[in-house]
Nanobody, 115 residues
Framework: QVQLVESGGGLVQAGGSLSLSCLAS????????MAWYRQAPGKERELVAL???????KYADSVKGRFTVSKHKAKNYVYLQMNSLKPEDTGVYYC?????????WGQGTQVTVSS
């Protein structure tokens, strides 16, 4: 059974940096893409960053230039470096991947940015 386990997150002041990592265990395949989503209180879950086949990346407009997503080439491991954090980056961050219409989500990790 595939499990996504996130680590990192926490509390940081505005302008600071945090990093998140996620390891997908239990899979016999190497996922083509992995992503990070976040959900702020009272808001819908939104895509933050995605890394796809060949290392291609996609970012939410709100994080472009501040966040960097990367994936290990030989492992189901995805990393999110978050710089110049803003209070509006606060939320629960979820790791995501999928294969053949099956979705896998991590349990979420809290990121809180104080002003």
């Amino acid at each position: 059974q595939v499990q996504l386990v996130e680590s990192g997150g926490g509390l940081v002041q505005a302008g600071g940096s945090l990093s998140l990592s996620c390891l997908a265990s239990g899979s016999k395949i190497l996922f083509d893409s992995m992503a990070w989503y976040r959900q702020a209180p009272g808001k819908e879950r939104e895509l933050v960053a995605l890394v796809g086949r060949g290392g291609s990346t996609k970012y939410a407009d709100s994080v472009k230039g501040r966040f960097t997503v990367s994936k290990h080439k030989a492992k189901n491991y995805v990393y999110l470096q978050m710089n110049s954090l803003k209070p509006e980056d606060t939320g629960v961050y979820y790791c995501y991947t999928g294969f053949r219409a099956i979705e896998y989500w991590g349990q979420g990790t809290q990121v809180t940015v104080s002003s």
